[in-house]
């Protein structure tokens, strides 16, 4: 297999590379990429990293398919690059890449926060620029290597602009408030799914009664803890949780479920409670509905639809937004 | 045999006792401090008995949290040691645990699917008993149409059935949504009785004592079976009937048990095995020790998975967790034969 595969790489042309151009990726490697980036092919979590692509204004240059799961949770993948629906997946259902795929895809560029992946690619001759994003705000850096490696430095210091502009504004706006307990809730199997969320509540004027300082992704804990904590506002991420809430003979009569303060995260390129580009607008939202009184003057769909336009560089209808606002999957 | 056996009845007395204390205990058990007195006071009141004096908080913890768990651990226990037990004398094996016939992994089956339809939680349930009932009416079938009587065929069938449907888990564990479902498959595989509630668990209830009543009224014949299939014909045991009622029996407590909390190893196989190390082999007592003991170790078991912390350790964890080098203890302290 390795041989043909071998052979398959040698049969390819192989991506002209202009002279001198490097980019130092987020594992520090130096990476050499042509001079105009047409191909991107984007490996691991994809709503991820197309997001940040799409804040380049570079959606049209993804090659890459979601996989079959993920076309209906995330539509506006389709709206904001929409090559992708045609476009085939180019990762195995274990996460892994599909080389041969990729090869036969020529791409410029893969983007990956995989570390396997690219020893993987970078040994058959793949351009590949690793990003990481572990604590909350490498956001950034990820922008900021981006800009490097579509050559846009300016464009990646917009967003990174518009990041802080957005955080300040939201925390002057709640400052001294009164913090609600927040619980992000995966309700079926008790877990706090994303370990991102533990920045964004607090930076919303939230108090999440997850955060214990822990390391990992996801945590679980007893229904007996979630009556314990009792918390006023209850985050999920699918219409379809609400409904289970509402049904469960306990989870219905928490505080949060009683005062109707179950609420579903919205969902644009990706679900905003995970890492995505669109952050500084889950900050903005949650703000929104946790400190309702401090908000008022902030529409939230004027902003959404500001930022899909000048970050992403792409106009939604007013429905559009009102169905990322919903968070309908 | 009244003589014989009366050691044995004073332990299954003290046993039930021993149960009847962890039951009230675990009512203590959670990270939502409630004072005993409270706990008793709030199980009065619902008899009218005593006036409520605590928040509606403290009532849905001990009546819909901690109380629908006490009761499934319990059921669950006592199904899955019940039904080890009668397996074990069936096939004569000590090494026989519930899940041989692929009763466990046509539920799994069972479960995953109904996730992956995006089923509620009693059709999932629904579901994993079904397909585990289903999958051991193809292991009786294939072992049948191999040879009618051999119990050896029937394990290998077992084998081959499970192996099928572990495969069909595992597809639907491709298929599924890593968001949502996979996490959910996963979280159910695992065991855990999380999302015990008094719906489910009534559904599992009627086939297990309906099946365990079964059970009861066999034990002397199924005891008889124990010693050899000639030697039970000799004493008037129509053998083809006690064989097939017994599996029907314990394949419904198992499927009814397993789809009601998921997989959770270990209590059929070992419980039997305490079981007999200290009452002997007598399936009259061995089926209410076996119940007893199953009952109290799966609620001692969950008592520590809603102990440990804020964080849940799922049930099927901790019970291969302790149960399987307990089990090494006990072979390794009885190198008797035990039939």
């Known amino acids: ?127 590949v620029v690793f990003l990481a994003w572990r604590r909350p705000e490498e956001v950034k850096a990820c922008m900021a290597v981006l800009g490097e490696v579509f050559a846009n430095p300016a464009r990646a210091a917009a967003y990174t602009d518009y990041f802080d502009r957005t955080i300040a504004r939201v925390a002057r706006a709640v400052a001294g408030a009164p913090r609600p307990r ?50 006023d506002i209850l985050i999920v991420t699918d219409p379809r949780d609400v409904a289970f809430v509402q049904r469960h003979t306990v989870l219905a009569r928490l505080r949060a479920a009683r005062a109707g303060r179950v609420l579903v995260v919205p969902v644009g390129a990706h679900t905003w409670s995970n890492r995505t580009a669109e952050q500084p607008l889950t900050v903005l939202w949650a703000a929104s509905v946790f400190h309702p009184e401090r908000m008022r003057g902030i529409d939230l769909a004027a902003e959404t639809a500001a930022f899909y336009r000048d970050i992403f560089g792409h106009a939604l209808s007013d429905a559009q937004v009102a169905e990322i606002l919903s968070g309908t999957m | 045999m009244n003589a014989s056996l009366s050691s044995p009845r004073l332990l299954l007395g003290a046993s039930a006792l021993g149960v009847l204390g962890l039951f009230l205990l675990s009512f203590l058990v959670g990270p939502y401090p409630i004072p005993p ?125 499970s192996a099928f449907f572990q495969a069909l888990v595992s597809l639907t564990k491709i298929v599924a949504d890593p968001l949502n479902q996979l996490p959910s498959i996963t979280f159910w595989l695992l065991g855990g009785l999380t999302r015990t509630t008094p719906a489910t668990l009534l ?94 170790f799966l609620l001692g078991m969950d008592n520590l998975a809603r102990m440990a912390g804020t964080v849940e350790v799922p049930l099927g964890i901790l019970t291969s967790l302790i149960g399987a080098p307990f089990f090494a203890l006990v072979l390794a302290r009885t190198r008797r034969q035990w039939f």
């Not at chain 1, 822990?214 to 918390?231: A, G, H, I």
């Not at chain 2, 585990?132 to 149409?145: D, E, F, H, I, Q």
């Not at chain 2, 209830?205 to 009861?216: D, E, K, N, S, T």
């Not at chain 2, 009622?245 to 070992?270: D, E």
Request: glycine share 10%; net charge positive.
């Open chain 2, 37 to 161: 007195a409270t706990v008793l006071r709030v199980f009065l009141a619902q008899l009218s008995l005593a006036e409520r004096g605590w928040s509606e908080a403290v009532e849905m913890v001990v009546l819909d949290v901690r109380a629908p768990r006490i009761a499934a651990a319990l059921l669950v226990g006592a199904a899955l040691a019940c039904a080890g037990a009668a397996y074990q004398n069936l096939f004569r094996n000590p090494l026989v645990s519930p899940g041989v016939l692929g009763v466990s992994s046509g539920a799994g089956f069972g479960a995953a699917l109904g996730i992956l339809l995006g089923l509620p939680g009693a059709a999932v349930q629904g579901m994993a008993f079904a397909l585990g009932l289903v999958a051991v009416g193809l292991t009786v079938w294939l072992g049948r149409s191999f040879d009618r009587h051999a119990t050896l065929v029937l394990v290998v069938a077992g084998l081959v059935v």
């Open chain 1, 182 to 231: 927040v619980l992000y809730l995966q309700p079926d199997t008790l877990t706090q799914p994303r370990l991102i969320a533990e920045w964004w509540i607090p930076a919303a004027g939230g108090a999440s009664v997850t955060d214990d300082g822990r390391s990992s992704e996801s945590r679980s804990f007893t229904l007996e803890q979630v009556v314990l904590w009792d918390p």
């Open chain 1, 1 to 127: 297999m390795l041989t043909r595969r071998a052979a398959l790489a040698a049969l390819l042309p192989v991506p002209a590379v202009a002279q001198g151009r490097t980019v130092t990726d987020m594992a520090g490697r130096r990476v050499a990429l042509p001079a105009r980036i047409g191909r991107v092919v984007t490996l691991g979590s994809l709503p991820v990293l197309n997001s940040f692509v799409y804040a380049m204004g570079e959606g049209a240059t993804i090659v890459n398919g979601l996989a079959d799961f993920a076309r209906p949770h995330w539509k506006f993948q389709g709206v904001f690059a929409p090559q992708l629906a045609a476009a085939p997946p180019m990762q195995l259902p274990t996460r892994e890449p599909n080389v041969e795929a990729i090869l036969l895809a020529r791409p410029d560029v893969v983007l990956t926060m995989h570390r396997e992946s690219v020893e993987l690619l970078a040994k058959r001759g793949i351009a």
């Open chain 2, 203 to 296: 559904g599992a209830l009627v086939p297990i004592a309906a099946a365990g009543l079964v059970l009861h009224a066999l034990r002397w014949q199924v005891h008889a079976l124990a010693a050899g299939e000639d030697e039970a014909r000799a004493l008037g045991v129509n053998v083809r009937r006690v064989r097939i009622v017994l599996i029907v029996a314990a394949t419904l407590m198992t499927a009814a048990a397993t789809s009601l909390c998921g997989i959770v190893g270990w209590v059929g196989l070992l419980i039997p095995h305490i079981v007999r190390m200290l009452v002997g082999p007598c399936f009259a007592i061995v089926l209410p020790m076996s119940a007893l003991l199953g009952g109290g």
